[in-house]
Nanobody, 114 residues
Framework: QVQLVESGGGLVQPGGSLRLSCAAS????????MGWHRQAPGKQRELVAF???????NYADSVKGRFTISRDNAKNTVFLQMNSLKPEDTAVYYC????????WGQGTQVTVSS
């Protein structure tokens, strides 16, 4: 059974940093590009970054240059390093395949506020 468990969120001041982690079970991690999605209150869920099994990355324009996605294939884990955080980054962050085809986990709340 596929399971995706996110962690690492929290409250941070503007300009701060957080590192999110996602532990993936099952074959989903090895078969698909993995991504981080987020959903802010009142907005649709959006893909902010994804990484292929070979390590190629892609970012939404809103986070380019501030966020870095990486993966540890040996541990079936995906990371999102978030720097220079802004209030508009406040959202629940989820990991899933880049296309959102896996099961959605609980997500992890990121709040950027002074």
């Amino acid at each position: 059974q596929v399971q995706l468990v996110e962690s690492g969120g929290g409250l941070v001041q503007p300009g701060g940093s957080l590192r999110l982690s996602c532990a993936a079970s099952g074959s989903i991690f090895r078969l698909y590009p993995m991504g981080w999605h987020r959903q802010a209150p009142g907005k649709q869920r959006e893909l902010v970054a994804f990484i292929t099994s070979g390590g190629s990355t892609n970012y939404a324009d809103s986070v380019k240059g501030r966020f870095t996605i990486s993966r540890d294939n040996a541990k079936n884990t995906v990371f999102l390093q978030m720097n220079s955080l802004k209030p508009e980054d406040t959202a629940v962050y989820y990991c899933n395949t880049a296309g959102g085809t896996g099961p959605w986990g609980q997500g992890t709340q990121v709040t950027v506020s002074s």
